[in-house]
């Protein structure tokens, strides 16, 4: 993820006066001596004095004139430190100023509203600098920025505010991935405009600035203006992106990293607290706080999902009152959700009342692998907290999920709502994913009755299908009623002859079969045994995975079930013997974290029988990702991911969690292949799609999460070639989103008629300009650094182009389904036919926790209960014996007499502690007179050892 940091503070006026030696630090002055030897690199080309002070608040002026004696006796430059462009055209800026003049200027200033465009926020932190006069024609512009294939130097011999269209005036000098760039190149091709004096400091410069760019994983960093006078070089203004997710690897170099918020919105103590928890989880845990009075409140569960919704509530007009924005994703357990909802219903209920009340949104798609129930009972523990508040402020919670464990889930938040006292509704699969938007904002009517579709149970028998199968069948062979897309369908010059194996002049072979075998590198028993799940209601003759890497144990064999039968995995503890041993496996399922996610997968590559690798793990640094990319290209390996869930081909083979437990693949019809191919980069609303396009159309034959992460291993066009090479798929369906450029090669494609099947897109992501400030979305690639990459400018391409494209994702489903009809109308399409599938047993500890099934316990107590989130004592929760301060007579009155005894007897208990309670060593001598008297010892012995451990004590 890029976090963005000043590194010289951004963007100052023409007069370009103010000026310092490059700083390495990363956030101020806490950091420079941690940033110490980067600067030495830099610095020998550098001007002479890096002498800088930071103001805020609480700043003391005589603590700082004693702490930095130059500021009595240096003209000085004085402006905020907050993240502000163009500070020098908003009057921001101060030059050639007296200690005393800063003064007066800083405190004119200090704690004042400041409107920036559309954000409005207060100034708080100022930097001074030394005043460093120069002549105009000594400045110069300098930006590195990172993309997928290459990092671009950009240098223009003119600088400052004025310098206009950069990209169009700057000289370019790309350094391909892997490979780096001499101080001759950077003189050749991009200082054909400086004078032969400087040539040889300047290209010195930029190329330590360079080796320093890629040593501390910056992604993005700009000088504008960079003086060049005629002994030294200065660095008036420098702005920088750093990748956030790199810290594992450069923290010794980086030290501590504040990222500052965008200006316009507080940094608040729960935002960090959530933040705190997210680095130490392997799930993944975001709140941002867009309006601290806001009357719309969200919890949603899912990256690709948390935008989805406030696309929706922000196309309702809700943006104004949209208070905040987060996710919680990768399957956290019932107290990290409990700390989550505790956080978001405590900013809640801690503003303002509302006269209209409040609402709280507890949305999602439908999870590949979290268990809903679990994190449903976190939810509900931190409402019961809040039961008398949220009644105060009159809050209404509308929920909708589905995934593993849902049914139990929402089973128990419908319970809980009978008896919270404030509006409560849930919802499952069968309603639209946004459609609680609309009723939350009274939008569309709230159901009084839902039917539900499917339930967990009913894959034990194939005729739990047959409703289901009816329905799909109607839909199938119904009429067009719904238009046909407008009307008519936009064919892009489509005939199935054109559904060749080559596309751009390339043989393009099917990424996965029914014969696919895949090694999966991690202990991931629960997503193995998924996949086994899937070979067998597929009817599969063999298991796709055939064996397992785990460097951490030595070779031995897992045991799996294969349908009714046993069988057992092998499990290597190096990747060599794996692949040795299976010749016939081509697929990498990867899930190796993020730190060790590049070795293995760099590992792999030098094995010529795999073609794919799918790596599961979010938050790999953007550059080890490109280098990836890189050498996977050369070898003709196709990447799927990182930050993936996978991909699912029905009917062949499918990566780890993908689809979900069983019902939801039998409810998705994953079991067979259908008409329609899908690519999305969001694992989670993968599986949304998958319930979209069932219901819409005859069901998915393909679908594709390349991933959230900046970069890809695949792109979109990647899979829509493959896609459109395929004559069994008819219909395509792109779920993009904002951040990045690849849909814009979707669109390209369109035009020159290298698609011609009909596409079906969006991107989501929309809410982003309603914003005042910017934010950071649950995807690491999931933010615009260009109005081109924001999603209205890409839908807007995409529609141009000639793709079916919705008003929002609320129509998403219709519009599918109107270009599916359309197809089958036209005969394009004949729907499939639907075969029951084999009836699959489910697991006894998931049937457990179902509820379908009971077992005499094997050991049974009804004093202490250990086994579940939280200890119970006779049944009461420990959190319930803190919180109502039973004391230790109220303990024994549970544990011994297994209920809660009146006051007065727990007094009395607890004064018999204090009168018998002997720390000495008469106890310890007791007990172990005891003790050997139990074990079979004679009388004299026991006694002796218990007299001798007093004499020893």
Known sequence: MRRLVHLARALNCKERYDGTKLKLNLTGSASLRQQREYEDSLNKNVGKSDSFASVNEDTK???????????????????????????????????????????????????????????????????????????????????????????????????????????????????PIGQNVTAAEITSKLLVNVTDDKKQRIANFIYALYQSYVDLYFTYLEINPLVVTADSIYVLDLAAKLDSTADFVCRPKWGEIDYPPPFGRDAYPEEAYIADLDAKSGASLKLTILNRNGRIWTMVAGGGASVIYS????????????????????????QQTYEYAKTILNLMTSSPKHPQGKILITGGGIANFTNVAATFRGIITALREFQPRLVEHNVSIFVR??????????????????????????????????????????????????????????????????????KSDAASSGDSSRGGANGALKSHGFNDAQSSSAVDGRSVQKMFTNRTKAIVWGMQTRAVQSMLDFDFICRREEPSVVAMVYPFTGDHKQKYYWGHKEILLPVYKKMQDAINKHKEADVLVNFASLRSAYESTLEVLDYPQIRTVAIIAEGIPENMTRKMIVAAQAKGVSIIGPATVGGVKPGCFKI??????????????????????????????????????????????????????RYPGTTFMDHILRYQADPDIKL????????????????????????????????????????????????????????????????????????????????LGDLIGSVYQELVKTGRIVPVKEVPPPTVPMDYSWARELGLIRKPA???????????????????????????????????SLLWFQRSLPPYVCKFFEMCLMVTADHGPAVSGAHNTIVCA???????????????????I
Not at 162 to 173: E, H, M, P, Y
Not at 767 to 793: I, K, L, P
Not at 860 to 883: F, H, K
């Open 732 to 811: 395509i369906v792109l779920l993009g989103e904002v951040g990045g450029v690849e849909e814009y090669e979707v669109c390209e494609a369109l035009k020159d008629n290298r698609i011609t099947k009909p596409l079906v897109a969006w991107c989501i992501g929309t809410c982003a300009g309603m914003f005042t400030s910017e934010v950071q979305f649950g995807h690491a690639g999931s933010c615009a650094n260009s109005d081109r990459e924001t999603a209205a400018a890409k839908n807007k391409a995409l529609r141009e182009a000639g793709a079916y494209v919705p008003e929002s994702f609320d129509t």
């Open 401 to 470: 999920r589905a995934g593993p464990n849902y049914q139990e889930g929402l089973r128990k938040m419908r319970e809980f709502g009978s008896s919270l006292g404030i509006p409560l509704y849930v919802f499952g699969p069968e309603t639209h994913m946004t459609a609680i938007c609309g009723m939350a904002l009274g939008r569309r009517p709230i159901p009084q009755a839902c039917n539900v579709e499917f339930a967990t149970a009913n894959f034990l028998l194939p005729g739990g299908q047959e409703q289901q199968d009816q």
């Open 858 to 892: 094997s050991f049974m107590t009804s004093i202490c209960d250990e086994r579940g989130q939280e200890l119970m004592y006779a049944g009461m929760p420990i959190s319930d014996v803190l919180n109502k301060n039973v004391g230790i007579g109220g303990v024994i």
């Open 61 to 175: 002026w005589g603590d700082l004139l004693a702490a930095n004696p130059w500021l009595e006796t240096t003209p000085l430059v004085v402006k905020p430190d907050q993240l502000i462009k163009r500070r020098g055209k908003l009057g921001l800026i101060a030059v050639n100023k007296n200690i005393q003049q800063v003064k007066e200027w800083v405190d004119a200033r200090m704690g004042k509203d400041q409107k920036i465009g559309a954000a409005v926020g207060k100034l708080r932190n100022f930097i001074i600098e030394p005043f460093v006069p120069h002549k105009d024609n000594e400045e110069a512009y300098v930006c590195i920025y990172s993309h997928r294939t290459a990092d671009t130097i950009l240098f223009y011999h003119q600088g400052g505010v004025d310098i206009g269209d950069v990209d169009s005036k700057a000289l370019k000098l790309d350094v």
């Open 656 to 709: 780890g969690n993908t689809g979900g437990m069983l019902d939801n693949i039998l409810h998705s019809k994953l079991y067979r292949p259908g008409s329609v191919a899908y690519v999305s980069r969001s694992g989670g609303m993968s599986n949304e799609l998958n319930n979209i396009i069932s219901k819409a159309t005859d069901g998915v034959v393909e679908g594709v999460a390349i991933g959230g992460d």
């Open 934 to 952: 139990r074990a079979g010892k004679d009388l004299v012995s026991s006694v002796v050892s218990g007299l001798l451990t007093i004499v020893s």
């Open 311 to 334: 696309d929706t509530i922000c196309d309702l007009g809700g943006a104004s009152e949209l208070a905040n924005y987060g996710e919680y994703s990768g399957a956290p357990s019932e």
